[in-house]
């Protein structure tokens, strides 16, 4: 058993509220629980909707204003982000977490050029004299596996590739000496190409700092090759989780058996595509609800 | 930037080229089509000595137009800078503190001063002006001494002022929607999310990228504020270059009437020259369209 | 046992639900109506041509405000308000007729573009209205309407010219941003032609914005008409610039003649504004380009 004392970010039991359209109100997560430890890769998957993001981008305290938590707590090195006051939590945000979502031109000024974004990160996190010179920046650059760095300096952002522009981001955790890399459906818009450098490049930067990664995954494929614990997500809450080669191999719940053979294989053609069967989703809400119900709820 | 510059001067000039020959065809169709007279503009004959009624010395036009215009210029000026630093101040504060419901009030005062019609508050002024101080209120020649500089600027910025409150209350709506439009953009979540402050995100990107369109603003806004003199110079019956045009197509004198507009026309085009070269400098992709 | 509503109900419980809707719209209607009935209530009988009503007979008979007249009375004997009231009205009118002639001018020649599928089909519209920035639309306005000789058609005219100038780029922009809708994408993929999408799918959302720029209009266009009027230039007609240019010349001797119709003229602007502004608000107008 792991000790307490690695432990990096602990979910306990947040029930989050959300505008649903036409001025309606939904729960958006179900009593939610889950830990993750130092150098430890988290997959949260599930469907589109069912709450992954949403835990994610309330975790940086960027779920918007509309979305209330009615209960929990999320406590990052021990302290209450839920709680925490806006500067408090905006200095988390530029020292100690960081994030890297899909769309990742959306995360960035399009018009700044790199050179000048790195210094803003730099002054960010308050090391601009650390690394005044961009000579310094160079290992930083091969970190990520950016070979060239001076040809891309005066490019303005919105010029770069999805692919660069996730590099640059991981860099800029880096840099920052964040210990918390959330990579919000990181790998989507990505080439299989691109989306096994991008899991490479997590790993190995997990391997060489002890980062912690929690990525947020519309898929379960290949998740046993880099995760070391997933949680399968449905309707707000966490239907099962645990370590990911036991999980995979012997999942817990008819939804999560079919939702792992949603992907198509080449051998499967020509049938239909398979698809999650109603009973397994019943079984599934009923699970969430019991679970939401009761005192421990589905827990890492 | 010489080059820069240059291409602007160049489209200023034809737009100018464009406005004179526009306005050419206008006067020759609302006096010689609708009119009907055989007063044609391209006629030498048409044009002659300033008429007497436009000045009170003897002077040819373009003594005239020195006269009107070092009038005008300062009123210009000091309605010109009021709009664009109170308006694009309280605008750019408005876009700040979008997320407050009483910011929509920042320019109330500005917005109810500009329903006022600028020509009954010459009335108003120069009502006070004759209770109060015991002096008849209008500015021109005959009534009011030319005494300390203090008086001429006080009928510079009386008649300045309506024009200011109109275009300051546009100028505030204007500059919030721009700001409110550029902070909507998705790519501000992302700074958030990297721990960017709020100041950093409205004024080193907010404000940075809309500063082109910013700029854009002020085309329109001179052209208003040269047009709102129009009515206020004559209302106030300050001798510029606004109350030279009422003066002009009275006496139906082609001559004041060029000059008049022309004048106009120049300074618009100047000024909308200066501000684009300043757009492409902050921007240098290129012209707006 | 399930139980149908009658068809009745069920059209009932629709209209209401789209009044409900639109409540906001139909509580700012309300007060419009109140205001024009109440401008266009003025007594019509009265002779309207100010160098008429203004004319100053050796013995004035004008009286200072009072609980009789409250704007008190003209060298004639006329009540001012009642006259300022008719003379409101006059400029609303104008003011409706030519904002709404304007703004269709504007749609019908924003439309000979829009069937254009090309990437700069608006760029002759939008490099004319910035060469036109050059010339002010008051100067304009000054020179056609003085130099015909206070026609009020030619006023009219005029300002519909300027109207229709300055809101063709605008809606050339809402016709762009209409085009960039999901359902415009999905038109072509079903295969309909251009002339069916911009008809069908892309000239409903910009026909909405159209109310707003109406409301937003014609409080100015009546600061225009007014400020013509104050200059003489829309021949010998009733309207509350008029009424304040006539009152400059008295203003030691009768100052109410001139303040008054002020304070009318200024409170119904203010009013239209307000109401304009809270129109174009609620159905998402966006704001429109100075005109004067």
């Known amino acids: 058993m792991e000790s307490e004392d690695k432990t990096l970010l602990e979910v306990r039991n947040v029930t989050v509220e959300r505008p649903a359209g036409l001025g309606e109100r939904r729960i958006g997560l179900r009593r939610v629980s889950m830990t993750l430890r ?140 964040s210990r918390l890399l959330i990579c919000d459906d990181a790998t989507s818009g990505l080439d299989r190409i691109a ?91 009923e699970a969430i609800h019991e679970a939401s119900s009761s005192l421990d709820g589905g827990t890492v | 930037m010489a080059r820069l510059f240059l291409q602007s001067l160049l489209v200023a000039l034809i737009r100018f080229a464009a406005a004179g020959i526009a306005l050419i065809m206008l006067i020759e169709v609302v006096y010689c089509v609708i009119g009907r007279t055989d007063r044609h503009v391209w006629l030498p004959e048409s044009y002659g000595p300033v008429p007497a009624e436009l000045t009170t010395r003897p002077v040819n036009w373009s003594g005239l137009l020195r006269d009107r215009a070092a009038a005008s210029l300062p009123v210009m000026l000091v309605s010109l800078t009021g709009v664009l630093l109170i308006g694009g101040a309280w ?109 950093d995100i409205f004024y080193r990107n907010v404000f940075r990228r809309a500063l082109p369109s910013l700029l854009a603003l002020s085309d329109r806004t001179l052209s208003c504020l040269a047009g709102s003199l129009v009515c206020l110079e004559y209302a106030f019956r300050y001798p510029g270059i606004g109350s030279l045009l009422v003066e002009s197509v009275k006496l139906g004198s082609y001559g004041g009437i060029l000059v008049s507009a022309l004048s106009m026309a120049a300074f618009v085009s100047l000024c909308v020259a200066v501000s684009e070269c300043v757009a492409r400098l902050v921007k240098p992709e290129g012209f707006s369209s | 046992m399930n139980r149908r509503n009658s068809k009745v109900i069920h059209l009932l419980r629709l209209f209401m639900a789209r009044i409900w809707q639109i409540r906001r719209v139909i509580l700012l209607v309300i007060p419009y109506l109140f205001l ?93 209205s910035r060469a036109g920035f050059v010339m002010p639309s008051m100067v304009f306005l000054v020179i056609l309407t003085g130099a015909s000789g206070g026609s009020l058609v030619i006023a009219i005219s005029g300002l519909i010219l300027v109207i229709a100038f300055h809101l063709c780029p605008v ?73 304040i240019a006539y009152g400059q010349d008295l203003i030691i001797e009768a100052p109410w003649m001139s303040i008054y119709p002020g304070i009318m003229a200024s409170l119904v602007v203010l009013a239209l504004t307000l109401l304009g502004w809270r129109v174009s608000a609620a159905l998402r107008t966006g704001t429109l380009p100075r005109l004067f």
């Not at chain 2, 005062?109 to 209770?131: E, H, N, R």
């Not at chain 2, 203090?150 to 546009?170: K, N, Q, R």
């Open chain 1, 38 to 177: 130092q150098g430890e890769i988290l997959v949260l998957a599930g469907e589109t909707g069912s709450g992954k993001s949403l835990l994610a981008r309330l975790i940086v305290g960027a779920a918007g204003p509309q979305v209330k938590p009615l209960g929990g707590t999320i406590l990052f090195e021990g302290r209450d982000l839920l709680r925490m006051r806006a500067r408090d939590l905006q200095q988390v945000r530029r020292s100690s977490i960081s994030m890297v979502t899909g769309d990742s031109i959306a995360q960035v000024n399009p018009d700044c050029c790199v050179r000048q974004w790195l210094r803003d990160c730099l002054r960010l996190t308050r090391r601009p004299r650390e690394l005044a010179s961009e000579k310094a920046w160079s290992d930083y650059f091969h970190s990520v596996g950016i070979v060239e760095p001076e040809q891309i300096l005066s490019k303005p952002m919105g010029d770069l590739s999805s692919m660069l522009l996730k590099r640059l981001l991981v860099m800029k955790a880096i840099i920052s000496r």
């Open chain 2, 91 to 199: 605008g750019t504060l408005g876009a700040r503190l979008r997320r407050f419901r009483g910011t929509s009030l920042l320019g109330a005062p500005f917005s109810i001063f500009a329903c006022v019609p600028g020509f009954w508050f010459v009335i108003l002024v120069a009502i006070y002006s004759y209770f109060q101080w015991k002096r008849p209120g209008f500015a021109n020649e005959l009534v009011v001494e030319r005494g300390p500089d203090i008086l001429t600027w006080w009928h510079i910025s009386v008649v300045a002022l309506p024009a200011m409150a109109a275009g300051v209350a546009w100028q505030i709506r204007a500059v919030s929607t721009v700001l409110e439009k550029e902070a909507a953009r998705p790519y501000l979540r992302g700074l958030f999310i990297a721990g960017y402050s709020d100041e």
């Open chain 3, 171 to 243: 809606m050339a922009e809402w016709f762009k941003e209409g085009e960039s809708g999901f359902d415009v994408v999905s038109g072509y993929a079903l295969g309909l032609s251009r002339r069916e999408i911009v008809i069908n799918r892309v000239l409903p959302k910009v026909l909405r914005r159209l109310i707003g720029v109406f409301a937003s209009l014609v409080p100015v266009v009546v600061m225009a008409e007014m400020a013509l009027s104050f200059m003489g230039l829309t021949g010998d007609r009733l309207s509350c610039g008029a009424m």
């Open chain 3, 36 to 128: 024009l009935s109440w401008l266009f209530l003025a007594d019509s009988r009265m002779d309207v041509r100010p160098g008429v009503i203004y004319e100053v007979p050796d013995v004035p008979a004008w009286e200072k405000p009072d609980k009789a007249h409250w704007f008190g009375t003209t060298g004639n004997g006329v009540d001012l308000f009642e006259l300022s009231r008719l003379a409101m009205a006059t400029s609303v009118s104008v003011a409706v007729v030519t904002t709404s002639l304007g703004i269709g001018l504007a749609l019908l020649l924003t439309m000979l573009f829009v069937f254009d599928p090309g990437e700069r089909r608006f760029d002759l519209l939008n490099a004319v």
């Open chain 1, 195 to 285: 989306e096994a450098q991008f899991i490479e490049l997590l790993c190995q930067i997990r391997e060489e700092l002890g980062l912690s990664i929690l990525m947020t995954l519309g898929s379960l494929r290949g998740v046993e090759r880099f995760a070391d614990q997933v949680a399968v997500f449905y309707e707000g809450g966490i239907l099962e989780a645990g370590p990911a080669r036991e999980l995979l191999e012997a999942p817990q719940f008819a939804y999560t058996r079919e939702f792992l053979a949603c992907e198509p294989r080449l051998s499967d053609l020509p049938r239909e595509l398979s698809t999650i069967s109603r009973e397994a989703a019943r079984e599934a809400e």
